[in-house]
């Protein structure tokens, strides 16, 4: 069903699945603040439907359940399918990391009686969205000896959290002048760790008294930071948003509400055709690369190795693979939002409560880095939608001169694959308060099940 209202086809019934769905997703969001998080749950997830690790199996036949996961930060589950992988799969692919401040190497230092992080912000962000908001800090420390401290402060409502301050209104005539990108610097964006002095008044006495606390309740000493991954996320949960609860608010929807629901997908879809395949990636926000973004080695070996336990471990099969395969990259749309709607252009752009959105293309300027989606890969997909009577619309970033960004498609593309941007319209997208839909996000995971069965 082509662009129409969910909500005004719904029954009863299937809005009550739009708000159960919704609980699911929620806890899940609230729980994967970062790419590590999001994976321990997948396993969890995928363990409890009876999903193995791959290394646990000797040999590959329809409807096995594998997952595999890399670095603690890619996930990926497969279902087999009557078909070899050879002959085809159905891919969604989506990623997991969002736009965060990252705590730098050398973080801690003392300034005018207050310890601070340092932090380097990573994706794309407003920086001013990071003041005066509640922080939580994430992530792990790893000692020379290889132990590895998981950090989690700030979700527990009995935890502090921390913070960026932001200059006072009464004295910011100054600031104010400024334009929004330079009202506040980067530099700047330091979080506020403690207050109280330790033994005395030295030139580092609070930072001391900041270490001794983290000695002292995680283990761990200044050098070890070197070794860290810790960042800054938007403190709580996500919470229903709107006075008929209609929305989901919530810190890192892009993109883990299309995680989520292709996860889900796989999980509940059961036994296809062709294999069908959940894989969760990370680095997107900073141009997928590394080990752990989707131009890393890793899918491809991890489908070399399915093959190899189907018993065809040649590469031909892998290119064979990648290139049957039909993928949906599972990313989230800038939603049309009435208050600036003049970067839109109303014919071609997305709206809350009309489906999972289809992106032919991203890209910036003369479609300047895109996965254009071939036509007959659009007509597969419209038939699986129609099919299934799934609500969908298609949509481009915005305006032409506009702006513009991208996805993981171009990069799968590259394997000769056929991949279609689709996903969940968000608003506020890359902000700490992100909203979705309810509506737009139970469709996109229906709509992501009739594509693993077409
Ligand atoms: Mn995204
Ligand atoms: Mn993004």
């Known amino acids: 069903m082509y662009a129409k209202n969910i909500w005004l086809d719904a029954d009863a019934a299937k809005k ?9 997703y929620k806890s899940f969001l609230s729980y994967g603040k970062t790419e590590r998080l999001v994976v321990e749950e997948a396993i969890e997830m995928a363990e409890k439907a009876g999903f193995k690790p791959l290394s646990e199996f000797k040999e590959l036949k329809k409807g096995d359940k594998v997952y595999v996961t890399n670095k603690g930060k890619n996930f990926l589950a497969a279902v087999i399918g009557e078909k070899s992988l050879e002959e085809g799969s159905r891919i969604l692919g989506a990623h997991i990391d969002s736009p965060r401040l990252d705590i730098k190497q050398n973080p801690l230092y003392e300034k005018g009686g207050f310890a601070y992080f340092e932090t380097h912000y990573y994706g794309g962000i407003k920086k001013y969205q990071y003041t005066t908001i509640p922080l939580a800090l994430h992530g792990v420390v790893y000692k020379k000896d290889g132990t590895c401290i998981k950090i989690s402060i700030g979700e527990d409502p009995n935890d502090p959290v921390l913070g960026i301050t932001d200059l006072l209104i009464h004295l910011s005539a100054a600031q104010m002048e400024k334009p929004l990108a330079k009202a506040i610097e980067g530099e700047n964006l330091d979080l506020t760790v403690g207050n109280i002095p330790q033994d005395g008044e030295g030139k580092h006495a ?3 008294a900041v270490m001794k606390l983290l000695q002292d309740k995680y283990g761990f000493e200044e050098e070890d930071f070197l070794s860290s991954e810790l960042v800054a996320v938007p403190a709580g949960p996500a919470r229903d948003y709107g006075l008929d609860a209609s929305m989901i608010a919530g810190y890192g929807h892009d993109d883990r ?4 629901t292709s996860f889900q997908a796989v999980l509940d879809q059961g036994q296809c055709e062709y294999t069908t395949i959940a894989v969760l990636v990370d680095k997107e926000e900073v141009g997928s690369i590394g080990a ?12 070399a190795e399915m093959l190899a336990l ?11 693979a990648m290139s049957n395969a039909k993928m949906l990259s599972s990313d989230v749309s800038g939603a049309v939002d009435p208050l600036y709607s003049s970067v839109n252009e109303p014919h071609n752009s997305c709206y809350f409560g009309k489906g999972i959105v289809f992106n032919k293309y991203t890209g910036a300027r003369g479609k300047s880095g895109c996965n254009d989606a071939m036509p007959e890969f659009l ?10 009577n799934i609500h969908y619309q298609t949509s481009e970033i915005g305006k032409v001169d506009a702006g ?3 996805t993981i498609a171009y990069i799968l593309g590259n394997y000769n694959m056929y991949v279609l941007d689709a996903g969940v319209p968000v608003l506020s997208m890359h902000s700490p308060m992100e909203i979705v839909s309810k509506a737009d996000v139970y469709e996109t995971y229906l709509a992501y099940k009739a594509f693993l069965k077409a």
Do not use: P, Y
């Open 257 to 260: 509400v299309c995680a989520f």
């Open 16 to 24: 009550e699945k739009i708000h159960e769905f919704g609980e699911a």
């Open 206 to 208: 609070v930072k001391h």
């Open 310 to 320: 189907e018993g065809k471990d040649s590469n031909l099969a892998v290119r064979h």
């Open 379 to 388: 007509a597969f997909v419209r038939n699986a939608m129609d099919s299934n």
């Open 404 to 406: 513009g960004g991208g």
């Open 292 to 303: 752990t973004g989707a131009q890393s080695a890793w899918f491809e070996n991890v489908i």
